[in-house]
């Protein structure tokens, strides 16, 4: 993946300083979704029927490591996404793949008639969408984490898109998606725009993550203004099946 509209390396951001969005799990659950974070010394999660987003401190010790496997419980296939590093011994990577991270580099967002707000009640609906098009992790309470706008057709819902990470100051337009029967319509860039205005309504800017070998997403992100920022990953690790320092295997929250 990689490249500026269809050919040639796309510039991403190179500073040494630590950003944010280097950690948007951490920031988060840190921040502005503290009040889900569940935490076991230096570790922090959203419940696993919210989001399957985690994290660890940027530089992890043995110690993180075990309060990791405590929270999770033993044998337990952990996600790690935007990890980079070595996991250490008794660990198995069990998933892995490249992604990207793009931010908002001059966005045309606006509104859309045609968009409703998403609430609780949608959600078995939004479950079935996401289930046909799989835009990537949506549970049962991942509607709490933001907004979440909708187009329906004849009362069905054809095409969503929300909020989901939240470091300060940013938020992650998610869960885009678009039932195959009504591709090729645009509903999706009319989704993420509208999303994208509500956002910088609050005075914050968005951002998102694909996978890199997701060429017809990046170069939909890229007409619509947004810029390559760092490539990352998307991994799990499974959990030692013992844990070796008498930690116990309950979530602290």
């Known amino acids: 993946m990689s490249s500026s509209g269809a050919s040639g390396p796309i510039a991403a951001d190179t500073a040494d300083a630590p950003h944010v969005l280097d950690n948007p799990a951490l920031a988060?659950?840190?921040?502005?979704?503290?009040?889900?974070?569940e935490r076991r010394g230096r570790v922090v999660r959203y419940p696993v029927d919210v989001s399957p987003w985690l994290a660890?401190?940027?530089?992890?010790?043995?110690?993180?490591?075990?309060?990791?496997?405590?929270?999770?419980?033993?044998?337990?296939?952990?996600?790690?996404?935007?990890?980079?590093?070595?996991?250490?011994?008794?660990?198995?990577?069990?998933?892995?793949?490249?992604?990207?991270?793009?931010?908002?580099?001059g966005l045309?967002?606006?509104?859309?008639?045609?968009?409703?707000?998403?609430?609780?009640?949608?959600?078995?609906?939004?479950?079935?969408?996401v289930a046909r098009t799989q835009p990537g992790p949506f549970l049962q309470r991942t509607i709490e984490l933001g907004t979440y706008l909708g187009i329906r057709r004849d009362g069905k819902l054809?095409?969503?898109?929300?909020?989901?990470?939240?470091?300060?100051?940013?938020?992650?337009i998610s869960a885009v998606c678009t039932d195959p029967a009504f591709r090729g319509e645009g509903l999706a860039t009319r989704l993420i725009l509208a999303v994208a205005h509500g956002i910088r309504e609050?005075?914050?800017?968005?951002f998102l993550h694909t996978s890199a070998a997701n060429t017809t997403a990046i170069r939909l992100y890229e007409s619509l203004g947004f810029r390559l920022r760092r490539h990352t990953a998307f991994l799990a690790a499974r959990a030692p099946e013992r844990l070796t320092d008498g930690r116990s295997a309950v979530p602290v929250a």
Request: glycine share 10%; no cysteine.
């Open 28 to 37: 988060s659950l840190t921040g502005p979704h503290a009040h889900f974070a």
């Open 56 to 105: 660890l401190p940027d530089e992890p010790d043995a110690r993180d490591w075990a309060d990791l496997a405590a929270l999770a419980g033993p044998g337990a296939e952990v996600p790690l996404p935007g990890f980079r590093g070595e996991v250490p011994e008794g660990w198995e990577i069990t998933f892995q793949v490249a992604g990207v991270q793009f931010v908002d580099d």
């Open 108 to 129: 045309a967002a606006a509104p859309d008639a045609e968009a409703v707000r998403l609430g609780p009640a949608d959600v078995p609906e939004m479950l079935d969408l």
């Open 158 to 172: 054809i095409a969503m898109a929300g909020e989901r990470l939240h470091p300060p100051g940013w938020t992650e």
């Open 202 to 206: 609050r005075g914050e800017t968005p």
